[in-house]
Nanobody
Framework: QVQLVESGGGLVQAGGSLRLSCVAS????????MGWFRQAPGKEREFVSG????????SYSDSVEDRFTIARDSAANTVYLRMNSLKPEDTAVYYC????????????????WGQGTQVTVSS
């Protein structure tokens, strides 16, 4: 059974930082493309960042480029999202996902999803 469990969300002031964690079980993060998505109220789920299964490539949405960093710890079977210089528009539920295809920037590229963690950035 695959489980992706996110943690690390919370309330932070604009300009602050958070680190999200995604602990995986039932999948090995070094064998799957791993991604972070977010969904704000009334909006569609959108891609934030992803890392290819072999670590050879990462991708970020334009809105988070240079502020967010994705990383993984294969020994801990965990993927992280470091978020710096947070803005109110980053407020959303953040989801971790695992996928086995070639592409890794679309929701349809992912097979497994976590339950999400809330990030709220106050102005």
């Amino acid at each position: 059974q695959v489980q992706l469990v996110e943690s690390g969300g919370g309330l932070v002031q604009a300009g602050g930082s958070l680190r999200l964690s995604c602990v995986a079980s039932g999948v090995t993060v070094s064998n799957y493309n791993m991604g972070w998505f977010r969904q704000a109220p009334g909006k569609e789920r959108e891609f934030v960042s992803g890392i290819r299964w072999n670590g050879a490539a990462t991708s970020y949405s334009d809105s988070v480029e240079d502020r967010f960093t994705i990383a993984r710890d294969s020994a801990a079977n965990t993927v992280y999202l470091r978020m710096n210089s947070l803005k109110p528009e980053d407020t959303a539920v953040y989801y971790c996902a695992a996928g086995s295809g070639y592409w890794f920037t679309r929701t349809s590229d992912y097979d497994y999803w976590g339950q999400g963690t809330q990030v709220t950035v106050s102005s």
